[in-house]
T-cell receptor, first 112, second 113 residues
Framework: GQQLNQSPQSMFIQEGEDVSMNCTSSSIFNTWLWYKQDPGEGPVLLIALYKAGELTSNGRLTAQFGTTRKDSFLNISASIPSDVGIYFC????????????FGQGTRLTINP | NAGVTQTPKFRVLKTGQSMTLLCAQD?????MYWYRQDPGMGLRLIHYSVGEGTTAKGEVPDGYNVSRLKKQNFLLGLESAAPSQTSVYFC????????????FGSGTRLTVV
């Protein structure tokens, strides 16, 4: 089936640093989503991207839908302790609206 | 608003035992989903439903059955649990249409020994 390769798998940063992570696939997607998961909770939607090339922000978070429709990027600026968690990319393939595909996740740890 | 509620939150089963995980949503969503989450593998779709009385297989359906007798409930059953089914299970729901806004429950951690 379709797969999303998310990198890096983990990040250890200092508070205040910027963070970048990305997701790539060999297949195209119509929609890219970025989720955050806190310990013991389900994923919560951060940003949704609907068109190739789209750049969308949500506070300190910025995400982009790659022009090839096969990748997406998430940036977090000026990280704070509450940014700790696991970040997942997810994609909705063409003709597969019910089959959201998830990346493996990026675990973000922040040293105060 | 309760959103998506999963019960139980934790369960330990012996190999071969059966159990049912319950998912309930109060948002009148048409679509409901069951995912499993394993370390380093993200979330994988087990089964889903596009409406009351309908179910369909996802990416990893083997060993699981589901039922959607009422719109607000989506049940996931394990007939004969295996250690490979040790995982965290998440239910999600969303409105009919193209909105990608999935609402997830807080998960059920299942251990099969």
């Amino acid at each position: 089936g379709q797969q999303l390769n998310q990198s890096p798998q983990s990040m250890f940063i200092q508070e205040g640093e910027d963070v970048s992570m990305n997701c790539t696939s060999s297949s195209i997607f119509n929609t890219w989503l970025w989720y955050k998961q806190d310990p013991g909770e389900g994923p919560v939607l951060l940003i949704a991207l609907y068109k190739a090339g789209e750049l969308t922000s949500n506070g300190r978070l910025t995400a982009q839908f790659g022009t090839t429709r096969k990748d997406s990027f998430l940036n977090i600026s000026a990280s704070i302790p509450s940014d700790v968690g696991i970040y997942f990319c997810a994609g909705i393939p063409p003709r597969g609206a019910q089959k959201l595909v998830f990346g493996q996740g990026t675990r973000l740890t922040i040293n105060p | 608003n309760a959103g998506v509620t999963q019960t139980p939150k934790f369960r330990v089963l012996k190999t071969g035992q059966s159990m049912t995980l319950l998912c309930a949503q109060d948002m009148n969503h048409e679509y409901m989903y069951w995912y499993r989450q394993d370390p380093g593998m993200g979330l994988r779709l087990i089964h889903y439903s596009v409406g009351e009385g309908t179910t369909a297989k996802g990416e990893v359906p083997d060993g699981y059955n589901v039922s959607r007798l009422k719109k607000q409930n989506f049940l996931l059953g394990l007939e004969s649990a295996a250690p490979s089914q040790t995982s965290v299970y998440f239910c999600a729901s969303r409105q009919q249409g193209t909105s990608p806004s999935y609402t997830f429950g807080s998960g059920t951690r299942l251990t099969v020994v």
